[in-house]
Structures are given as C-alpha cells and as structure tokens.
C-alpha cells in the first residue's frame, strides 16, 4: 500500500524502490527464512505463527522470535492430548 502511495501522488523512484524491495528482499526472505525457522513440521496454522512471533517479539523481545511460536505449540500440543482423551469411552 505505501508503494502504491507512493506511486499515485508522483514519487515514482521512490515508489519503485519500494515496491522492488517489497516483491525482491522481503518476499524472498520469508518465503526461504520462515520454513526453515518455523518448520513444516508444527503443524501450526500461519495466523498462529504470525501473531505468536509478532506477540512474542512484542513481549519478550527477541527471545520473543522463538519461545512465542514454543509456547503456542506446546499450548496446541497440550490441547490435543486433552481434547483427545476425553474423546476416547472410559
């Protein structure tokens, strides 16, 4: 969006600059970064990804990048043992 700002009010290096910087470093990054930070292997949905870290970083500050993701996924883990023991007939 501020690409696009910036591209209809006339600042088109400016602009452009942006928008090759958006498409070309942060696409890349987070489509080569994310998984191998992540893993395929949570099994945890993206929003929960997202707003773990973004909480996490926000609380905890760096630390944040991994333990808000840890915690979620040990929350999500703990739930489905819970949820699927009161599933199974005593």
Do not use: E
């Not at 600059?17 to 990054?29: D, E, F």
């Not at 930070?37 to 909480?55: N, Q, R």
């Amino acid at each position: 969006p501020a690409a696009a700002y910036l591209l209809l009010t006339g600042a088109y290096l400016k602009g452009a600059i942006l928008l090759a910087i958006g498409t070309l470093v942060i696409s890349t990054v987070d489509n080569v970064l994310r998984p191998a930070l992540v893993g395929k292997g949570t099994m945890l949905p993206d929003y929960a990804v997202l707003i773990s870290t973004v909480g996490g970083l926000s609380l905890i500050g760096m630390n944040g990048f991994v333990l808000g993701p840890l915690i979620v996924a040990l929350f999500v883990a703990a739930w489905s043992l819970f949820s699927d023991d009161k599933m199974q007939p005593s």
